[in-house]
């Protein structure tokens, strides 16, 4: 045998283990020996029906992967889609709770937003490549700690529900009841008083700034009387379309920045009620809470954009 040969046997076999590497060494060059005469009796020169026949056996590292019972995969089916689930699953919920301790922490401290921007998308990244570096080394170590077992059986009982796509019932009820219930939480604290001390002397002391009044009693309900329309829409067609995640981000993105404009105005909260908190909790505690307040005002609405598009494309009916 050539030493074209003994070179690829040699790469074949040397990463396979110690104890069976003479048979398969053996079992390889005879394979070889049997490729060749056909092509030699035929006439062919022996360097050409030698490399001929190595071309067709191919790298000799799969032939070696294949001999040691080897892998050459990442992450194998039976383990695949498990892992696919579980990283989409963690960078769902991590990334967006990271992005709002960060932002959070970030204005507590008195960044600017251009730090925020900076220093939160360097996070995000940074999250987002230890999350799927460490699941996939987890599912990496899990497969070849053991023979894997075979892909898992599916059943038509995974199949996700078709709830999950469109705006139940339930939920359309629910948002036409918030109207009523927007209106009454405006008109209660115009007139009634959300305050449980008495610290106005008698007087009713509202939480929203009573300059607003009465386009509280016009916004508020009403952003919720669009959204039930727009859920009532996703009802009636029975899945969460194009134009109403569009028409829900235009809402979202609407009410957030004329939300967070007020609040960070100092035009949404009534002035007293804003001095005698800061008089009592202090100022420190006052302007974290304010914070937090911008925070949720300008990430609910990212929150439901992102929900809506989400959902229109679960809805999205299958290509025929």
Not at 25 to 51: K, M, N, V
Not at 134 to 158: H, K, N, Y
Request: proline share 6%; hydrophobic share 55%.
């Amino acid at each position: 045998m050539s030493e074209l040969l003994d070179r690829y046997v040699d790469a074949a076999t040397r990463s396979v283990p110690p104890a069976s590497r003479d048979d398969i060494a053996a079992e390889l060059r005879a394979s070889i020996t049997d490729q060749l005469e056909p092509r030699l009796e035929a006439g062919e020169a022996d360097d050409a029906a030698e490399r001929s026949v190595l071309t067709e056996l191919g790298d000799p590292a799969i032939l070696a992967a294949r001999y040691a019972d080897r892998p050459l995969h990442l992450i194998g089916p039976a383990y695949y889609l498990e892992w696919l689930r579980l990283l989409k699953l963690l960078l769902w919920i991590v990334l967006p709770c990271v992005a709002f301790a960060w932002v959070l922490g970030q204005a507590i401290a008195g960044a600017s937003a251009g730090t925020m921007l900076g220093g939160g998308i360097g996070v995000l990244v940074s999250v987002a490549v230890h999350l799927a570096f460490w699941t996939t080394f987890a599912f990496w170590l899990a497969e070849r700690a053991q023979t894997p077992s075979p892909v898992r059986a599916w059943t038509p009982d995974e199949l996700p529900l078709a709830a999950e796509a469109r705006a139940s019932r339930a939920e359309v009820i629910l948002a036409l009841a918030f109207v009523l219930i927007a209106a009454g939480l405006v008109l209660w604290d115009r007139f009634i008083d959300f305050l449980p001390w008495d610290v106005a002397g008698g007087r009713v002391l509202p939480l929203l700034n009573p300059g607003l009044w009465p386009w509280t009693l016009v916004v508020i309900p009403g952003a919720a009387a669009i959204s039930a329309f727009i859920l009532l829409g996703v009802h009636l067609a029975r899945r969460w379309t194009h134009p109403a995640a569009v028409a829900n981000a235009v809402l979202a993105v609407a009410v957030g920045a004329l939300g967070l404009w007020l609040h960070t105005s100092g035009l949404m909260w009534n002035p007293e009620v804003v001095a005698l908190f800061s008089q009592h909790a202090g100022e420190e505690a006052a302007r974290v809470v304010g914070i937090i307040i911008g925070v949720c005002l300008a990430g609910f609405p990212l929150w439901s954009v992102a929900d809506g598009f989400l959902k229109a494309r679960r809805g999205r009916p299958a290509r025929r």
